[in-house]
């Protein structure tokens, strides 16, 4: 087994409640990403998806906080390692892309300031030498004409040449791990698409490790590796992506890609996953999704069922399919 | 032989863009969000609206239900011209055409509880008081909900729960047409499949006609009998569904149906090289950091 | 009443001070007739500027008179013009706010730059240059005499209007665009009803907020009134008056006739500015952990 290049063990996060209390949101998460990887992490809101890769960045706001757990990216425990440190990591060695755009970019200043400021913060660079690595960047993810589009401003360019723009911006100083942030949700379907191409286009060249975190299982599955499936702060089923796809042992990854309709086959009525999300503070003692589980037994319901591994496949079921 | 009971005729809609100065300058430009569509909903219809942001499928829907008044052009409710049923306020159009809105919190006032916002709506249908309450229980049941939800506030229900009351609101004024615009593209995934069932089975269990606005192509198709496919404005495609999603003509559509995620059968990169290989990727990454 | 129950178990500590010294205060003010050893107005010329002691804990003024009770009194003046004038100007405001946003177009326009007209004015240059203008004698409206008190208190509430306009506009534009403002509007519901049931009740919170926060604006200005001579006449007790009599003792040592109306002064700006931070910070939604959860 090769040295992983990002280690999540027994992540937990945390949500100070009004009462004093401590409600968790991330409930002991442990994954890994081998270098030029691409994972996964599939879940529905309130799954902990976010919030996991939030942490591992040390990007966590209050009154959210790391209540346990380590984060090893190249053997360094990112969780006790300083401020300084975090940032010089952050953007340069592990970038990250987020879901809204128009957000995510600085509108009062040009594309090119934005990405060239990235570039001297991590290289020491001139700024002659910055902005060629920009114009290089924003070439790299398709933007025409790239040098002279350093000069636009945010709000003259599209939803996704935007994302694109901030896409150039995480690669510039050529990270080893790219952490995407449902970063197609905010953009129309065709674009979508380019973007998602364009993620999968960049780690073949670059050799990027990827952490694609979405609500969409189909859209992942072309281009990931390996899936993270979870639901209610937990992993309930980790694998290569043909196994997910093709063969899930977990209930809620079967019903969660038979509840998503396609464009062939016979149509009717779409199978439904009954119930809704677990809320905060409100998640059942057993497996997290017993409650909707049509498959649900006794245990289930009163003990959290254990990852098990088998033949690189982890899943969390008392009832595996 | 009964015609449609929603047609659009050769109806535009244009916006005035830029700010008061532009206005004043003469440089006013005006965007054009609707250019003279005609469209024909059949009672009964499930149609699909389908198209990107810019499309003007969110103006169709607000033409239809009369929030937006055409540029040029008329809006026909079961042939009669929408601004003769519009001269009253509370007009026969009001009660007939009835909307979803996408996004479930913003669709319920935070204030009011459930039992209070659909109290109110039939009320306005002129609904006596003394069956309020029974009736509040029929549409909550009807959209698949329990008496309990009555007391409860919107942000003490789940996203799913929520939309079905946007639902049930709609559906107290018992609408002949519902515009459903992109109701459950903010749901998550698990809860969609639950509201376009009920969607389903409602429109066939009353007789509604259905306009179901999305821009999810897999969803209009397990919903809708037409679709009609919409471009800067204009209609560039339309028919029965599963001959347009099946044999597409326009290009733009036969693009949007390449950009539908297809999981493992759309896959981008070859999949991966593992255990022993991997060991190979770490020196293409030492390449690269070499170059820097 | 539950909506203020339930805010009031959400302070946080500074927030109860703010509360319990604004309690106080308005306690003070009520009973003030009980509460005051003696009579604001008595004079005493035995007793004239005596030092803080167990009969007079305040001491007393030149005129023998009780600071204690001169400054109880005096918090019926400064409350009912700082609290008048929020009413006064959340009324006239909080319509022009909520139908700038609900109408648009010319209206808004028109209303919203009416606003910033008088929003431009500076508040207390002309809240003293209009008394000072129209003397401090009762104002004849009609066949009504307005006292000068009434006069300021609407004053300084048309001079509050544009903020609560401002504030209100702000929310109400959001609301008016909301999807369950269009939902009402499809089922017929007239603009009234919209307005009332479901634009205003939205908008409560911040306005609430800024209320709590001019109240404390309002008190200043009446003191600043008071303290020019155009405010309380004289011999009737007000902070502002109580400061300007006390100019003189500032240097022949009389220490505590512009020490405690200065601080009464202090105290009561203060809790209400804590009132309000606390208030503000409660209706904030990024407080609410829940949102946060991705």
Redesign the interface.
Known sequence: MSPDLLSVEGLRVGFRSADGGIVEAVRGVDFSVAPGEAVGIVGESGSGKSLSMLAVMRLLVAPARVTGGRVLFDGEDLLAADERRMRALRGRDIAMVFQDPQSSLNPALTIGRQITDVVRAHRGVSSAEARRIAAEALERVGIRDAGRRLASYPHEFSGGMRQRALIAMAIACRPRLLIADEPTTALDVTVQAQIVDLIAELRRELGLAVVFISHNLQLVAEIVDRVVVMYGGKVVEDGPVEAIELAPRHPYTSLLKACVPSLSGPVGPLTAIEGAPPRLGRLPIGCPFSPRCPDAIEPCLSEMPPLVTEAGHRSACWRPR | MTGPILSLRGVSKSFPQGGMLDRLLGRDGRLVALDAVSLDVMRGDVVGIVGESGSGKSTLAGLAVGLVRPTTGDVLLDGQPMAELMRDHAGPWRRRVQMVFQDSSSALNPRKSVARCLGETLALRGVPKAQCESEIAELLTLVGLGPEIGPRLPHELSGGQRQRIGLARALAMKPEVLIADEPVSALDVSLQAQVINLLSRLTRELGLTLLFISHDLALVRTLCSRIVVMRKGLIVEQGPCLDVLDRPQHPYTQALIAAVPKGLAGRRTPLPVRAADAAAIPETREDIHGAA | MSGLAKTLC?LDWSGWLGAGIVGLILLAAIFAPLIAPYDPLGLDIEDRLAAPDMKHWLGTDQGGRDVLSRILFGARASLSVGIGAVLIGALIGVSAGVFAAYKGGLGE?IVMRVVDGVASIPLLVWAIAIVGILGVGPLPVGSLLLPNEVKIVVLVGCLFSPVFARVTYAVAKRIAG???V?????????HWQIVI??VL??CLSPIIVQGTLLVAIGIVIEASISFVGLGVQPPQPSWGTMLSDARSAIYSGEWWLPAFPGLAISLTVIGFNLLGDAVRDLFDPRSD??T???
């Open positions: 959400g326009q909301a999807d369950y269009r939902a009402r509007f499809l089922q017929g519901a007239s049931g479901d009740p939205n952990a829940r946060l959860v991705a």
